[in-house]
Nanobody, 119 residues
Framework: QLVLVESGGGLVQAGGSLRLSCTAS????????MGWYRQAPGKQRELVAT???????NYADSVKGRFTISRDNAKNTEYLQMNSLKPEDTAVYYC?????????????WGQGTQVTVSS
């Protein structure tokens, strides 16, 4: 059972930056896809960014140019660098791992970390 633990959330002013980390309990070297989702109060969970085994990235339109996803297989950790934060980025951010790729039923989620952006 893969366990994912997020960290790095907090309160930041609009225009500021945060870096989220997601550390896995096991090697992530062979995990086909990892990513970040977020859920704001009263809204559905939405995709923020994904990164594949080969390093291909994908971003929601709302964060393109501001957020960067990366993974460090040696540290069993993926990251989400968030710059130019806006109040609408306020949400609980969840780390996600799909060992056999996106769309496969086997998936793992972290417990979430709160990001609050004040105006």
């Amino acid at each position: 059972q893969l366990v994912l633990v997020e960290s790095g959330g907090g309160l930041v002013q609009a225009g500021g930056s945060l870096r989220l980390s997601c550390t896995a309990s096991e090697s992530i070297f062979e995990i086909q896809a990892m990513g970040w989702y977020r859920q704001a109060p009263g809204k559905q969970r939405e995709l923020v960014a994904t990164i594949t085994y080969g390093g291909t990235t994908n971003y929601a339109d709302s964060v393109k140019g501001r957020f960067t996803i990366s993974r460090d297989n040696a540290k069993n950790t993926e990251y989400l660098q968030m710059n130019s934060l806006k109040p609408e980025d306020t949400a609980v951010y969840y780390c996600y791992a799909a060992p056999y790729g996106l769309g496969h039923p086997l998936e793992y989620w972290g417990q979430g970390t709160q990001v609050t952006v004040s105006s």
